[in-house]
């Protein structure tokens, strides 16, 4: 019988980025198999040779199972997509050739309940998604989608836990996005480009790269270089508004005081800040020169790459109360302010402590009601007290329709758990600090849940 995790291992080798073992076994590639690459404009070639346990034997020695890693330490070079670099000699095929025949093999060789059966997306229609937006890429004609609208893909409805298993999928296909998708709003629209376009753009890119690199699947690799918030997350990057360094003092007031912005760009183009006004430096500049021109209420002004870490410009934006926020073709697109980070980490800190006030809550009633020996044996052994329980054992505990009588709660049981459920899924976004703003109902939601169990409480 051919299982759901059968299914996805096949199409998705287990949700993770294609390493050359996967083509060795699939006899895409040989051990022994030679490989070169070379860089035209440097007028260097490389050579490397294929191991038996699919790592990239260099002519120094040296091997390494990421196909980007050992180009660049082959080429010593900051960054290079070896995927497309390397060339399996002699049919002088691309290693990415290789690793898209192998996905295109998988799913071919899927039988047709696949995509019922995989349950979470239809795996041959996001593969073919997948190679028509490659196609375009490689093409010079890449298609632009939203993030909600790439996610949605894949089912997701935010970048919470599939956001790895769509980097494996991107990654796999040779694609990549511009400006990096975990480092924008839902809303805001990114390319479709391929790995190597995204390596030539960062390399063209000074000083600050254009777009994030996916990392590839290696067991060297460290986290995702977007895994937190960043400014992007704040801000649409949709354009700020401006006056030049020549308009009036009157002007620059009418348009802040028509929009209610508390700060204003001034801007001789869309990549050139000379600064900015705020009501403080007006009012300052009048207060000593009742004719002051715009100049004289200009202050000193940044902006940053979209992907800056949120962390990074805290202090920054505390001390001046914003900061300007450059799109992935270094214009000035965007602008943070302390009430957008008070207002994000707000929307964070509510769930925060409704959902500990919930665990505190869940505890107390299990550890009245139920032995800790029936809790081991439902969640785990490695449980030695009701404190070690998570939110995953609360609910398998209720599952449980022996120890949910024990409760003696007058409530609906399957209703119950479905409500947990969803509760389950959001202290997991909180904690893992999803970057996407949590739904609207989720702080009534947690309040409706810890306002039932105090009632059950007495």
Not at 290 to 303: G, K, N, V
Not at 428 to 436: A, G, R
Request: aromatic residues 6%; hydrophobic residues 40%.
């Amino acid at each position: 019988m051919v299982t759901p995790d059968r299914i996805r291992s096949t199409y998705l080798i287990d949700g993770r980025r294609v390493v050359l073992r996967d083509l060795l076994a699939a006899g895409l590639l040989a051990p022994g198999t030679a490989l070169s690459f070379t860089r035209p404009r440097m007028r260097e070639s490389y050579s490397a040779v294929v191991t038996e346990d699919g790592r990239i034997r260099l002519e120094n020695g040296e091997e390494f199972q990421s196909p980007s890693r050992a180009a660049m330490a082959a080429a010593n070079t900051r960054v290079l997509d070896g995927w497309h670099a390397w060339i399996v000699e002699p049919e002088h095929r691309p290693l990415d050739a290789l690793r898209q025949e192998l996905l295109d093999k998988a799913v071919s060789e899927a039988p047709p309940i696949a995509a019922e059966t995989a349950g979470d997306g239809h795996l041959s229609r996001v593969h073919e998604r997948l190679r028509e937006m490659r196609r375009r890429a490689d093409a010079n004609d890449p298609q632009s989608t939203t993030v909600r609208e790439l996610l949605s893909l894949w089912g997701a409805h935010d970048r919470g836990d599939q956001v790895s298993r769509i980097e494996a999928d991107l990654a796999n296909h040779g694609l990549a996005t511009r400006p990096g998708f975990r480092s924008v709003t839902l809303d805001a629209t990114v390319q479709m480009i391929t790995a190597a376009q995204e390596i030539a753009q960062e390399e063209a890119a000074e000083p600050e790269p254009d777009v994030t690199v996916l990392p590839e699947d290696d067991e060297d690799d460290a986290e995702p270089r977007h895994a937190w918030l960043t400014v992007g997350n704040l801000s649409p990057l949709s354009g700020v508004e401006s006056v030049p360094p020549t308009a009036s003092m009157n002007e620059a007031v009418t348009k802040m005081s028509l929009n209610d912005y508390s700060q204003l760009a001034v801007m001789s183009g869309k990549h050139q800040l000379r600064g900015a006004v705020t009501w403080q430096s007006i009012s300052q500049a009048r207060h000593r020169n009742s004719d002051a021109r715009l100049a004289d209420a200009t202050i000193d002004a940044q902006a940053v790459p979209y992907d800056t870490d949120l962390f990074d410009v805290l202090d920054r934006v505390r001390r001046s109360g914003f900061v300007f926020v450059k799109n992935e073709r270094n214009e000035v697109a965007g602008v943070v302010t302390t009430d957008d980070i008070v207002a994000r980490y707000g929307e964070t800190a509510n769930p925060f402590i409704l959902i500990g006030d919930l665990d505190r809550a869940l505890r107390r009633a299990i550890a009245a009601r139920i032995l800790l020996d029936d809790v081991k044996a439902l969640c785990s052994s490695r449980i030695n007290g009701f404190d070690d329980m998570s939110m995953g054992d609360y609910q398998r505990v209720l599952e449980s329709e022996a120890q949910w009588e024990r409760l003696n709660w007058q409530l609906d049981r399957k209703a119950f758990i479905g409500r947990l459920d969803e509760i389950r899924r959001i202290r997991n976004k909180v904690m893992h600090f999803n970057p996407d703003p949590l739904p609207e109902d989720t702080v009534l939601m947690l309040r409706n849940m810890n306002t039932t169990l105090r009632r059950l409480a007495g």
